[in-house]
Every structure is written in structure tokens, then in C-alpha cells.
């Protein structure tokens, strides 16, 4: 069975601080892939991130950059100098990547930067 | 591109009528198209999967006479809550998967249903 866990239910900070919110994941499968998706206010889910399984190099876009490590089944998101504009709930997602396309979510971190 | 549209965006209704919602791949084929449903403060919980021209896979507790679902083209897919009632009020996303690719899937905006 999949599953992802985000430990952190809401986290605030104060704008421009660095935040890390925290993804865990437990999966049998060898090939899979670990995803970030923003949803704002309005709802919409914003895709931010996808990582296969066998690449774990670390990725940086922006002021956005994630750590995926395989040895502790964790991908976390980090925010630098983070702004009023990234509240948000955050979404880490798992796909075994075994044929399959459904998407195994984490019950979400909310963000509230505060001005 | 991997634009993915629902309408509509918000419909209030009332409680014993049917609601049809839309769920649009606007640039891109997608064979198959998920249905989820969250609630306030909650993570998405995926209802079904839609394949073109199937079947919907319904998932466990979903009662697939009240959700139907159909994927008639490979860019449209609709969810029809039928005799809706005021437990059914929710946030409905759908998805889309890319033809040929299985790794990523993209949102659609949303579709919140009110049920007076």
C-alpha cells in the first residue's frame, strides 16, 4: 500500500523567512514518482514538481528548490525569502508509477505567510 | 499546454435535482481523466477513474449510481451527481492524463456544488 504523509497540518511564517514543509512517503514499488501541487484560495491545484524514483538529484526553481532523499523516503519543498503570495495548501503526491495513474495524496500542509 | 477546463465553475442547487459537471482537456488528448471530491480542509479523495470509452473504475464507497460518469471523447469526461442532496455539497476536481504518458496529471480548476 501507498501512502504520504505531511506532517505539518498549518505552519506560519513571517514573509521572507525560509520554510520547509515536510513530505514522507511509504511505497513497495521500485519506479515511482513524487509530486508537489500548490492549491490556493481559489482551488485550483498547481502542478510545481514532478520526481521519478531514480533521480535524486536535488532541484532548484527560483525561489522554490526540493530535497528528495530515498534513503529516508522523503521529498521535501522548501521556500526561500517566502512572500504573501505563496499561502497556500500545499499537496505532496506519490504515483507507483506500476501502470498505474492514480495519484496518492498527503492531507496537505497550509502555508500562511504573514506580511 | 496540459490545459485542463470544468464547468461549470459553481452551481447551487436544490436538494433532489441533477447536477452535470464538465471536465475539459483543452489542448491535449487524455484517455483517461480522474474524478475527486474534498472537502473543506480535507485532501482529495479520489472518486473514480475515467477511461474514453469504458467503464468508469469507481473506488471503494463510491456509489457509481449516484456519480455517473462519462468519457465519451478523448477530451471531455462528465460526472453527473444525480439526485444530489445537501451531503453531496463539495469541491469536485477533475484530472487529466496525457495520452502516452502516466506520470503526471493535471488539475482542472474545480467545480464547487452547493446543495440547498
Known amino acids: 500500500a501507498q501512502k504520504v504523509t505531511q506532517a505539518q497540518t498549518e505552519i506560519s511564517v513571517v514573509e521572507k523567512e525560509d520554510v520547509t514543509l515536510d513530505c514522507v512517503y511509504e511505497?513497495?514499488?521500485?519506479?515511482?514518482?513524487l509530486f508537489w501541487y500548490k492549491q490556493p484560495p481559489s482551488g485550483e491545484l498547481v502542478f510545481l514538481i514532478r520526481r521519478n524514483s531514480f533521480d535524486e538529484q536535488n532541484e532548484i526553481s527560483g525561489r522554490y528548490s526540493w530535497n528528495f532523499q530515498k534513503s529516508t523516503s522523503s521529498f521535501n519543498f522548501t521556500i526561500t525569502a517566502s512572500q504573501v503570495v505563496d499561502s497556500a495548501v500545499y499537496f505532496c503526491a506519490l504515483n507507483s508509477g506500476a501502470g498505474s495513474y492514480q495519484l496518492t495524496f498527503g492531507k496537505g500542509t497550509k502555508l500562511s505567510v504573514i506580511p | 499546454g496540459a490545459v485542463v477546463s470544468q464547468h461549470p465553475s459553481w452551481v447551487i442547487c436544490k436538494s433532489g435535482t441533477s447536477v452535470k459537471i464538465e471536465c475539459r482537456s483543452l489542448?491535449?488528448?487524455?484517455?483517461?481523466m480522474f474524478w475527486y471530491r474534498q472537502f473543506p480542509k480535507q485532501s482529495l479523495m479520489l472518486m473514480a477513474t475515467?477511461?474514453?470509452?469504458?467503464?468508469?473504475?469507481?473506488e471503494q464507497g463510491v456509489e457509481k449510481d449516484k456519480f455517473l460518469i462519462n468519457h465519451a471523447s478523448l477530451t471531455l469526461s462528465t460526472l453527473t451527481v444525480t439526485s444530489a442532496h445537501p451531503e453531496d455539497s463539495s469541491f469536485y476536481i477533475c484530472?487529466?492524463?496525457?495520452?502516452?504518458?502516466?506520470?503526471?496529471?493535471?488539475f482542472g480548476p474545480g467545480t464547487r456544488l452547493t446543495v440547498l
Open positions: 511505497t513497495r514499488d521500485t519506479t515511482y514518482y
Open positions: 484530472s487529466a492524463v496525457l495520452a502516452g504518458r502516466t506520470d503526471t496529471q493535471y
Open positions: 475515467s477511461n474514453e470509452g469504458s467503464k468508469a473504475t469507481y
Open positions: 489542448d491535449f488528448q487524455a484517455t483517461t
